[in-house]
């Protein structure tokens, strides 16, 4: 059972900023009322600009909550867009092997990045919730999905099967004082859709945001940032993939439907759709391009006999549940059921 909570930054420094304290302190409030003790690690807080020009600082405080014999959980701030400038901070000396402990590792969008640096070091994560957008949701609570997950994960230390979302909502416009305990729009949900292959698969899961994966070879955000992931070999090779399920959701960028075909057709190049014994593929934010994603998912997977399931409530769409990396699952299509051993 979790007790201790340490929320780290190793993205944006959004949560330092004036203009999200309300939110910051709802999130802060809402862990305390579920019993959990909060510590931001010592640069979380120290906003935007200081994150952004001081990557070997978001290392330190990653590190330093590792070793924290006190802290049973990492808690991401939110996302971003530069967490790969943490590589060499974290391996050249092998310093995040070195340091890092059996811990509770939950974060989403660009920390799927951090959770390709966990994965090499052999610890299993959870991904699909974060502080920020999560735990301080403005609206009248946390989403009750989101919220039952979470809980969940504090209360156990995982999670033990995945259901789909009644319904989903509508991405909150405007994050101002004066919408706190305004509800956002909601909808009813169809369910995961199962859109070829076998309805029942198996594997232990991996993967994370499509943009976030895009980056890994392109250098259109940063011209950098494929040559760092080359050099510290942070994708897994295909044989890596080998049996595993790929988990694949979209920003809140919405990335064009070019983009998205070109985000796949990378990772078809690195043989990880010829390796994968599965694909669970998030609902996308406001359902925005969801029917040429599933085509194009389709299309670039080529493969008749891969299972791929759509729908799956994690990444940027809400509400979120928690997929735990590295655990093995059972995904049963038609009993709308995902089963953590």
């Not at 014999?69 to 070195?98: N, R, S, W």
């Not at 509770?104 to 969008?109: A, C, K, P, Y």
């Amino acid at each position: 059972m979790v007790k201790n909570v340490a929320i780290v930054s190793l993205s944006s420094g959004i949560i330092g900023e004036d203009f999200v304290r309300f939110e910051v302190e709802i999130g802060l409030r809402r862990l305390q009322e579920m019993g959990l003790n909060v510590k931001f690690m010592p640069n979380a807080q120290k906003g935007l600009d200081y994150i952004r020009q001081h990557p070997e600082k978001r290392a330190e405080d990653l590190l330093a909550a590792f070793r924290d014999p006190q802290v049973d959980m990492i808690l991401c701030a939110i996302g971003g867009d530069d967490t790969y400038k943490l590589l060499p901070y974290l391996f050249d000396h092998d310093e995040l092997a070195a340091a890092v402990t059996d811990k509770i590792f939950l974060g989403f969008s660009d920390t799927t990045i951090n959770h390709m640096m966990l994965h090499k070091v052999g610890l299993p994560t959870f991904y699909g919730q974060a502080f920020l957008p999560d735990l301080c949701e403005i609206g009248p609570d946390m989403h009750p999905y989101t919220r039952k997950y979470f809980e969940e994960l504090i209360h156990t230390g995982t999670i033990s099967q995945i259901t789909p979302s009644d319904v989903w909502y509508e991405e909150r416009e405007e994050f101002t004082p004066e919408q706190v305990g305004i509800a956002v729009p909601s909808h009813p949900a169809g369910g995961f859709e199962l859109l070829q292959g076998p309805a029942v698969f198996s594997g232990k899961i991996l993967g994370g945001c499509v943009d976030s994966l895009y980056d890994f070879f392109d250098g259109e955000r940063y011209a950098d940032m494929p040559v760092l992931c080359e050099k510290y070999s942070l994708l897994p090779k295909a044989e890596d993939w080998k049996g595993r399920i790929l988990l694949l959701e979209t920003s809140e960028e919405r990335p064009a439907p070019e983009k998205y075909r070109k985000a796949l057709g990378f990772l078809k190049e690195k043989g990880i759709f010829d390796a994968v014994s599965g694909v669970l593929a998030g609902k996308p934010q406001n359902e925005t391009y969801a029917e040429e994603y599933k085509k194009i998912l389709v299309e670039v997977a080529d493969r008749e006999d891969l299972p791929i399931l759509w729908d799956i409530n994690i990444g940027h769409a809400m509400p979120r549940c928690i997929i735990p990396f590295g655990k093995e699952a059972v995904v049963d299509a038609e009993k709308q059921l995902i089963r953590f051993a």
